[in-house]
């Protein structure tokens, strides 16, 4: 029977070639997808696994005793005995500070290091650690560093460059790192800086202490939108293309059991004829994989393009889809055929299938009961909620495509109450006849709204909440830094301490683009005032002559010379009529204080920005560097902004799998129906009515279950909002509905472009007794 079934796979005349081809074609295209969607979750992991060494002073931390000693010796020069104990187990710790910069809006990993002996921990991508006056730049950094002056960028890495980091090292091509080398005295003290003894290699996936990365709740969000998202369409597709022109094999198979066939032998022949045709679109699936490989690497899922050696499958997953797909084929058509093995006579006769019953739409309920409960109960670890909200998402996913059928059969009826007109009467009469195979064409594609819909709503108003800074003209000009050491118990800043260096304001005035400097520096009282952005407390305090070049930041009492300000120069709104109060300070004692933040006014050129960017970095190495406040508000909504392009990379994959979908169902519907579209003609009825009733047959369910699937993608990307984050659903805007819109339009265009193989496969010849 096996040979039976490979022969009529592959040996059937041009019908069975051409039903092998389409099908193969479609499982290719299905696999390719799903490949790529592999690759890409595999990309994310081996991109996560590649920040790990940036957690070093976070999780490789030295022992409290061994970290003195270390701290003892190298203060005093470095004694025989302490190196001993610093270097007990073989490795000498270094003191190491992870640390952020900018560059033209781009975000410098800036990791400085002090070796206390010669055999410390190597960092991956070098072949030693930096010494004093020495440093490695990332490829990408050191373009940058050749390209711009010095003084806006290369004069904040000291010393001379020794090398290059190698690929291992870095995230993403694109990466900007510089490891710099520094002498223990200078490290000693300085804000964030760790004694450690080994450079951390655990995935920030898998690690509790990490901060830089993407943690374990962030990996299983990307891999839980992807899976959800991609597979699911993926998996329809496969299952339309295997089901290609099944009511003919129906009737073949059961030809075959009225001669004696038993009920197992026609299975294998279906089997096999299934299984052939997927084995072929295995095999062709990795050429579009090949092909959308390199658009994958330069899509940033995660913020950043991946390398293609990333984007690599791994043997187990290229078994388990070469496997598992024909596999799936087989039992899909094993299923497909049940109603041959009860009775063959029956499907000769055309038997009507059962009507879907109301049962159909309990998972889809149960989903958004389970949705709107977590804002009653809600899962206090995030395995919980990752667990529970994707559990939710299936159902809902799985709900809509079980009730499909049911709410179809449903909107032809109404509709059938209500049309006269031949074409619309007919159209609706097969569809209340078989609304399982009417809404097979369409699923794909509602399955695409919903997902598009519940993304889009979801980070549409986490955007609207996030993304909109205050400010004003000066937003892109005004630069901040932030010096303090977090707050105390009274919420008062904690001052590094140290002032600023006489000449540091002087030099940043000098610079063509700087309109005005400004210290603050902190205050050991707590003043109440009255600002605009509602807070009521000032722990700063700043000279008047420097705060009259800032007009929106508020201004002094007339005469005074120093005044109380609020602690926050980040997210700010006009103070420009707010006088702060007059404080007993002196210009010469505020110069002895230390400095809690830099603020720069420039003309917002880059030429200025980044100049007075390294003068002031270099002044003050601190773990959050200058920024403007535009670069402030982009790097704080970095995360929605890779939310964002997750959605738009699961936008555009879903729907041209729902048309492929579409395209196929369609095709194979025509085909199945040759004969009776045939003797209709024969009767008289034009080929134009034929032709209303085709597209009305994929219209009705298409535009019935769009409406359900945008409402359901609506109430449950609300009801995430709201039970995760307390957010309320806003408005989606016109690319929304342009999206939408273009979606079903190009849906229209499908049905559209099957409707002239009417005339083809309609002739008398094919009007024949069988």
Known sequence: MIRLGLRLAVSGGREAIVRLAITAGAVAIGVGLLFTTLAAINGVHAQNARNAWFNTPFVGRHAPADREAAGAGTASGGGAEQTDAASAGGVDPMWWTTRRDTVEGREIGRIDVALTGPRAAVAPGVSRMPGPGEYYLSPALARLVD??????????????RIGIIGDEALPAPDTLVALIGRSPQEMQGQRGAALVTKVATTSPDRCGDCVVGIRSSGVDLILTVVCGALIFPVLILIGTATRLNA??????????????????????????????????????????????????????????????????????????????????????????????????????????????????????????????????????????????????????????????????????????????????????????DNPTAGFRAVSGLVLALLVMTATLGIITSISEVRDHPHGGPQFNSMMVNDLSNGYDQDRRPVSQGRPAPPELVERLKNVPGVRGVLLSHPTG??????????????????????????????????????????????????????????????????????????????????????????????????????????????????????????????????????????????????????????????????????????????????????????????????????????????????????????????????????LPLLRRITGPETARNE
């Open 525 to 754: 009282e707590a003043v109440p005032v009255h600002s605009a952005d509602g807070d009521g407390t000032a722990r700063q305090v700043v000279d008047c002559h420097q705060l009259d070049a800032f007009v929106v930041y508020g201004h002094c009492a007339p005469g005074a010379e120093a005044a109380y300000v609020p602690t926050s120069w980040y997210g700010w709104v006009d103070e420009t009529a707010t006088q702060w109060p007059t404080a007993p300070y002196t210009a010469d004692r505020l110069a002895g204080l230390g400095v809690l933040n830099v603020v720069v006014d420039t003309d917002g050129s880059t030429a200025a920005v980044e100049q007075t960017r390294t003068m002031v970095d270099t002044a003050y190495p601190a773990p959050r560097q200058m920024l403007t406040l535009a670069e402030s508000w982009k790097q704080a909504g970095a995360e929605t902004h890779a939310y964002q392009q997750l959605a738009d990379a699961v936008i555009l994959a879903t729907f041209p799998i729902a048309g492929c979908s579409l395209a196929v169902s369609l095709a194979g519907s025509l085909s199945e129906r040759k004969r009776p579209f045939s003797l209709l003609r024969l009767t008289g009825v034009s080929l134009g009515t034929l032709r209303r009733v085709v597209a009305m047959e994929s219209v009705v369910p298409l535009l019935v279950m769009a409406a359900v699937a945008i409402g359901v993608g609506l109430l449950a990307a609300d009801l995430f909002l709201r039970s995760q984050l307390q957010y309320s659903l806003h408005a989606l805007g016109v690319g929304y509905y342009l999206t939408v819109g273009l979606g079903l339009a190009a849906a229209l265009g499908i049905i559209g472009a099957t």
């Open 147 to 160: 390209e711009m002056p010095p003084a806006q960028l290369g004069d904040r890495f000291p010393g001379h």
């Open 247 to 432: 009511t003919r094999r129906e009737q073949r198979f059961a030809a075959m059991r009225l001669v004696g066939a038993t009920p197992r032998q026609v299975s294998i022949v279906s089997s096999v004829e299934a299984a052939v045709a997927s084995a072929a679109g295995v095999v062709l699936g990795f050429l579009p994989f090949l092909a959308l490989h390199g658009t994958v690497a330069k899509a940033r899922l995660t913020g950043s393009p991946f390398f293609l050696s990333d984007l690599a499958l791994t043997p187990l997953q290229v078994l388990g889809v070469v496997l598992g797909v024909p596999l799936a084929s087989a039992i899909a058509a094993r299923i497909a055929l049940r109603r041959v093995q009860i009775s063959p006579l029956g499907v000769s006769r055309r038997v009507t299938p059962k009507p879907p019953r109301a049962w159909r739409a309990v998972p889809l309920a149960v989903g958004l009961v389970e949705l709107a409960a977590f804002l009653i109960w809600h899962p206090a670890s995030v395995p919980g909620q990752v667990r529970g909200y994707l559990s939710s998402f299936l159902l809902i996913a799985l709900g809509l495509v079980l009730s499909g059928p049911w709410l179809t059969m449903r909107g032809a009826t109404l509709l059938a109450r209500r049309t006269q007109r031949p074409a619309t009467l007919i159209a609706v009469r097969r569809l209340a």
